[in-house]
């Protein structure tokens, strides 16, 4: 196994995993129309993103289309956990 065979492909592929059961988990606690729709935007980025890599490491030709759509996905994750960690208090209710 070649270290560029794992810095390009089995860690990004990872990322996407685990940003997919993050993504999914937040929308699970929190049951919001825009929690569905970026879990979903994430859901399908990154499920590309993986189908793509997997074609890569399969001897396919080379792309940073996966690299991006999961850069995408990381942005997505961050606005959404971001959203969703500001707590309702009497003072921002209004």
Known sequence: MELETVVYGYIPI?????????SIFLTINRKKLF??????LI?????????VLVRIL?????SYTPHILILLSTILLIIQYWIFKKKKTFANTV
Not at 14 to 22: G, M, N, P, S, Y
Not at 58 to 62: E, F, K
């Open 35 to 40: 929690g569905f729709i970026v879990s979903f």
């Open 14 to 22: 990872v990322i996407a995993l685990i940003e997919i059961i993050v």
């Open 58 to 62: 399969l001897d396919a030709w080379p």
């Open 43 to 51: 859901l399908v980025f990154n499920s590309l993103a993986i189908y």
